[in-house]
C-alpha cells in the first residue's frame, strides 16, 4: 500500500512535438504548384486557339518537375524511408496518404507522358488524355485535406475548409508561376493576374475567418490561435499572410486597375513566399499542443 500512495504522475499528457516539420511544407508547396498550373494551363488551353500551343507544353513538364519534387521529399519524411514500395504491394484503401500516393503516381506518369507527347506534337492523343490528367491532378490537390482531417484532435484541420485552402493554394501558386514564366500574352497574363489576385483574396478571408471562429470550437482551438498570433510562430504566420495574400492582392489588382503588368512578377514571387511560410505555421501550430 506504502509504494501505491507513493506513486508519482510523471505523464498525463502525450505531446509528441513537432512530426510533420518543413519536409511536409515542402510537399504541400511543391504539390500546389504542380497541380495549379495543370489545372490553370489545361482549362486555359481549351478556351484559346493558336495561342494555347504556349502550354502544350510548358504545362505538363512544369507539373512533371514539381510533382516529383513532391514526392521526394514525400520519401524523405518517411520513418521508414526504403519501405515506401509497401503502399503499392499491401495497399490500404482507408488510409488518406495510400490513397495520395496512388494519385501522385498517376499524375507523375500522365505528365510524363503528355510532355512526351507535346514534345513529339502528338496532337490527338494529347487532347483525348488532358481531361483525365485533370481529374487525377484535382484528386492529387485535395488529397492532404483528407489526410490532414484524419489526424486526431487537430482543431484547425477540419476537412472541408482545407480542402478550399488546397484548392486556392494551387491556383494561388499556378497563377504565380505562370506569371513569371516567359511565353504568354498579355491577354493570358491578364487572366492569371486575376486569378491570383482573387485567389489571394479568398485565401486571406478563409484564414482571419478561422482566426475568429476557431475558438468557439473548443479550448484547444482557442490555444491555437493564440500561438498563430501572439505565439512563438506568430511573425511567421503573420509573415506568411502579409507575403502571401495581402501584398499580392494590392499588387495584382492595381497592376490591374492601372495597366501595369510590371507589378505582376513581384506580386507572384511573394505568394509563393508567402504560401510556404503560411502553410508551414499552419502545419506547426495544431503540433504544439497536447494530444490529450
Known amino acids: 500500500m506504502g509504494a501505491a500512495n507513493d506513486a508519482q504522475v510523471t505523464l498525463d499528457v502525450l505531446h509528441s512535438g513537432i512530426i510533420w516539420g518543413w519536409l511536409v511544407t515542402m510537399n504541400f508547396w511543391a504539390k500546389s504548384i504542380s497541380t495549379g498550373v495543370f489545372l490553370l494551363g489545361a482549362f486555359f488551353m481549351k478556351q484559346e486557339g493558336p495561342s494555347r500551343r504556349f502550354y502544350r507544353l510548358v504545362v505538363p513538364a512544369i507539373g512533371f518537375v514539381f510533382v516529383n519534387i513532391t514526392l521526394l521529399f514525400t520519401v524523405l519524411d518517411l520513418h521508414q524511408i526504403f519501405r515506401f514500395w509497401h503502399m503499392f504491394v499491401w495497399p490500404h484503401t482507408t488510409s488518406a496518404i495510400n490513397l495520395g500516393a496512388w494519385v501522385l503516381t498517376a499524375y507523375t ?49 477540419h476537412t472541408p475548409t482545407e480542402v478550399a485552402q488546397m484548392v486556392l493554394a494551387a491556383t494561388l501558386a499556378g497563377s504565380a508561376v505562370f506569371l513569371l514564366a516567359r511565353g504568354a500574352t498579355e491577354d493570358q497574363r491578364t487572366r492569371f493576374a486575376w486569378t491570383l489576385g482573387f485567389s489571394a483574396s479568398l485565401m486571406l ?40 495574400f495581402v501584398l499580392p492582392a494590392l499588387l495584382t489588382f492595381s497592376g490591374l486597375s492601372r495597366k501595369s503588368p510590371a507589378l505582376w512578377p513581384l506580386a507572384a514571387a511573394s505568394s509563393l513566399v508567402g504560401l510556404w511560410l503560411v502553410k508551414h505555421a499552419w502545419l506547426l501550430a495544431p503540433q504544439l499542443i497536447p494530444l490529450s
Not at 506518369?109 to 490528367?133: C, E, F, S
Not at 476557431?214 to 506568430?234: C, M, R, Y
Open 109 to 157: 506518369g500522365l505528365t510524363a507522358l503528355l510532355t512526351w507527347l507535346a514534345w513529339k506534337k502528338n496532337d490527338a492523343l494529347y487532347d483525348r488524355l488532358i481531361v483525365p490528367t485533370w481529374i487525377i491532378a484535382f484528386l492529387a490537390t485535395i488529397y492532404t485535406a483528407a489526410l490532414l482531417g484524419q489526424a486526431n484532435a487537430r482543431e484547425l484541420w
Open 205 to 244: 478571408t478563409i484564414f482571419i475567418t478561422e482566426l475568429i471562429f476557431a475558438p468557439q470550437k473548443s479550448e484547444e482551438a482557442e490555444f491555437l490561435i493564440h500561438v498563430l498570433t501572439t505565439g512563438k510562430i506568430g511573425a511567421l504566420f503573420f509573415s506568411g499572410l502579409g507575403f502571401g
